[in-house]
């Protein structure tokens, strides 16, 4: 898998290739049947497949202000994309300059002329150039003029409704990961750097690993059962609290992860936590012997709950 960028023409083994072109922030149901549409179209030319994404966000270079919501980091991206069966990544920059970019001069300076493409997948639902002036249907009308065979996916139907990033960005917001889980077809995951906090957990017999919580949207605060992968690739069941930590203070926003059955030092190393199941929100508790008592019931259902069948 090559990662590219947008500014950049394209290595010649990779041109004439097959576009899925969009954000695919959370690569959900949705943008895997885009994907997958590519990946056919693709076979059926005989030409590389690249997924397309956007960094930053576009809604983060019109509104600069709104809160963290992204599902996956650039690496995640690049790893499902991988995965799906794409030869390459290619990371749009979205700034001044592309904002301000016709539909016309998108399709026929960017798609066909800086990346001389053959194809290129979209949602129904896609928008594009300045004034989201372009939408899929006038993308394959433009790109016929240019040689490149555009098509359109409509949306995914779970539950009578469309499968999108909002919804799944709802649910987490909802204290609901397993809606997240099955619109995705997998958990919503946190990748951080283990940071070095105050070692209050270890001091209550419950040491985590703290990780920040980034541009990621924040899933309700409370206590979750998790499955975490270390860098070395083991795969851990755990338990870990999501939140400001309303017992202690200074208040901090973190990610607190108390692995199962395992010692060791994680300072420094890159975690990802599969958010699976919320067990209860955030509270404030009398004293640290209620609170600990509390971890205790919160360990044996996390337990339960991740030893059924998922």
Same mark, same amino acid.
Request: charged content about 25%.
């Given at each position: 898998m090559q990662r590219l960028a947008s500014d950049q023409p394209l290595p010649d083994s990779l041109r004439g290739a097959v576009l899925a072109l969009g954000n695919f922030d959370g690569f959900h149901l949705g943008h895997q049947a885009v994907v997958n549409r590519a990946i056919s179209l693709g076979f059926h030319k005989r030409a590389p497949v690249i997924v397309a994404t956007f960094d930053p966000?576009? /809604?983060?270079?019109?509104? %600069?202000?709104? %809160?963290?919501?992204?599902?996956?980091?650039?690496?995640?991206?690049? &790893?499902?994309?991988?995965?799906?069966?794409?030869?390459?990544?290619l990371v749009f920059a979205f700034d001044e300059a592309l904002a301000?970019?016709?539909?016309?001069?998108?399709v026929s300076g960017v798609l066909a002329g800086r990346f001389g493409l053959a194809g290129v997948v979209t949602g129904t639902d896609f928008t594009f150039g300045r004034g989201r002036s372009g939408n899929a249907d006038s993308l394959r009308t433009l790109g016929r003029a240019h040689g490149i065979d555009a098509e359109a996916v409509p %949306? /995914?139907? /779970?539950?009578?409704?469309p499968v999108s990033s909002s919804r799944?960005?709802?649910?987490?917001?909802?204290?609901?990961p397993a809606t997240a889980t099955r619109l995705l077809t997998r958990p919503f995951s946190i990748e951080g750097t283990v940071e070095r906090g105050d070692a209050?957990? &270890?001091?209550?017999g419950y040491p985590t690993a703290n990780l920040s919580l980034g541009g990621y949207q924040r899933p309700a605060y409370?206590?979750?059962a998790v499955r975490v992968r270390l860098d070395d690739g083991s795969e851990h069941d755990g338990v870990a609290n999501l939140g400001v930590r309303p017992?202690?203070? %200074?208040?901090r926003e973190l990610l607190e992860v108390f692995i199962f059955d395992w010692s060791g030092d994680l300072y420094d190393r890159v975690l990802e936590v599969d958010v699976i199941a919320f067990l209860r929100g955030e509270q404030k508790f009398d004293g640290l012997d209620a609170l600990v008592a509390q971890m205790r019931e919160d360990e044996a259902q996390a337990r339960r709950l991740l030893a059924l069948p998922q």
């Open positions: 966000h576009p /809604v983060h270079h019109f509104k %600069p202000d709104a %809160p963290p919501f992204r599902l996956t980091t650039l690496d995640q991206r690049e &790893r499902l994309f991988a995965h799906a069966g794409a030869d390459a990544m301000a970019t016709g539909a016309d001069d998108f %949306p /995914v139907m /779970v539950g009578g409704q799944i960005r709802d649910a987490l917001a909802a204290g609901d209050r957990g &270890r001091e209550l409370g206590i979750y017992m202690f203070e %200074p208040a």
